[in-house]
Structures are given as structure tokens and as C-alpha cells.
């Protein structure tokens, strides 16, 4: 019968460790997309708005 060894629950814990990190790490990257996206949306349509200023002002 084999015996877990304490080497066996630190590689163990190690991974479970990275795989957090890099699903934590993943998740942020993830979230900073979508905000990234959002804020170019935001830009365009103040840009937009801008350009329909300046059409109201010449009309």
C-alpha cells in the first residue's frame, strides 16, 4: 500500500497553486478586455457626438 508522503502534498498544493494563479490571472486579463472594448465604444460615440456638433453648428 503506498503512503502519501510530504513531497507528494507540496507538489500537490504547488500545483493547485499555479493553477489558481493562473486562472485568477486569466480571469483579470479576461475582465480588462471587455473594459478595454467598452472604453473604444465610448470613445467612438464621443467622437460622434463631437462630429454632430459641429454639423448642428454649420447647419
Known amino acids: 500500500m ?3 508522503t510530504i513531497d ?3 507538489k500537490v498544493l504547488n500545483t493547485a497553486l499555479l493553477n489558481y494563479k493562473k ?3 486569466q480571469s483579470k486579463v479576461e475582465k480588462l ?3 478595454t472594448a467598452y472604453e473604444e465604444n465610448l470613445k467612438q460615440q464621443i467622437n460622434t457626438i463631437r462630429q454632430l456638433k459641429l ?3 454649420r447647419a
Do not use: S
Open 23 to 25: 486562472d485568477h490571472w
Open 2 to 4: 503506498p503512503f502519501i
Open 55 to 57: 454639423a448642428l453648428l
Open 8 to 10: 507528494d502534498t507540496r
Open 33 to 35: 478586455l471587455k473594459i
